[in-house]
């Protein structure tokens, strides 16, 4: 595939900078967006064209792509007289850059795989700054030779591009690795809280956590915003709670049981609950030094 059509669904802050890099590099872009114009009228600045309907936009793509928040909103752009499914076509590729539920994902893909076409899950890592210099980290998974055939395009758009296997493990690992995550950085947020409680200086604390195995980046993000009032992870609270809630449901569905995500799951929706939904999970700190005694 030598310099495929894409079509892009889902303009937020993510989206927008990786079509930005696409059209640097040359491709044409069709775009779908939502109720914000802002990533659309970009696009259209730098030679892309918008399409009507997600249906539109699949009949006139060789690569469909997705970067949406929630697997309901990606089955809703699948889905339906309008969607990629109904517009679709034999050797197409479908790209879901979220996080979304792996049940969900392979329902897509066998639904894709009726009408000739194959689904790549590639769920992302590191920020939209990087997604508009080329430099995320896609974490692509479904059948290999499509994904060799699609490569040459997710190294435009990452430093570090994986194939993880069948359709599925791309989300399935990225959801573990946001449990993974989400715990450090609630577990972090905790510590600092009950150190303020205990009149211990948060910086004593740091120092000797920071010492031993415990230290990471995810507790160097929390640190950094806990003394020096700084934001290097901006990825919202509710975000944080919709991926340990995907999680949790993806083991369900595996029919097991996950003990270690119910801490971080009822720490983040309390802190939902409590409209802190739209702040980014290093304020953590501040939910629980406010609320450390219930």
């Known amino acids: 595939m030598s310099q495929p059509t894409i079509g892009f669904i889902g303009m937020g802050l993510m989206g927008r900078a990786m079509v930005e890099c696409l059209q640097g590099a040359g491709y044409a872009v069709t775009v779908l967006g939502n109720r914000d114009r802002t990533g659309i009228e970009e696009a259209l600045s730098r030679g892309g064209s918008e399409a009507g309907s997600a249906r539109e936009l699949a009949e006139k793509s060789d690569i469909v792509m997705l ?7 990606v089955e809703s752009r699948i889905y339906g007289d309008d969607g990629v499914l109904a517009g679709t076509r034999e050797g197409q590729v479908v790209i879901d850059f979220g996080t979304s539920l792996p049940a969900s994902t392979l329902e897509i893909g066998a639904a ?3 009408k000739g076409a194959t689904y790549l899950d590639a ?11 080329g430099k995320l980290n896609i974490m692509c998974a479904g059948d290999a030779d499509t994904y060799a055939q699609v490569k040459p395009v997710l190294e435009v758009l990452g430093e570090n591009v994986f194939h993880l296997g069948k359709l599925g493990n791309g989300h399935t690992i990225k959801l573990i690795n946001n449990f993974f995550a989400m715990t450090t950085a609630c577990a972090m947020s905790e510590a600092f809280a009950m150190a303020d409680a205990a009149e211990i200086d948060r910086d004593q604390l740091y120092g000797v956590l920071a010492a031993g195995p415990n230290h990471s980046g995810m507790m ?13 992870l901006a990825f919202s609270v509710a975000n944080g709670k919709k991926d340990v809630g995907y999680y949790r449901q993806m083991a369900s569905d595996f029919g097991a049981t996950s003990r270690m995500s119910g801490c971080a799951d009822e720490a983040l929706a309390e802190a939902v609950g409590n409209d802190f939904g739209g702040h980014n999970v290093p304020e953590m700190v501040d939910y629980f030094a406010k609320h450390l005694k219930g």
Request: hydrophobic share 30%; charged share 30%; aromatic share 6%.
């Open 220 to 232: 160097d993000f929390i640190r950094n915003y806990a003394m020096e009032g700084k934001i290097d």
């Open 67 to 73: 970067c949406v928040g929630t697997s309901e909103q």
């Open 112 to 114: 894709l795989a009726e």
């Open 123 to 133: 769920p992302l890592g590191r920020t939209p700054a990087h997604a508009k210099d």
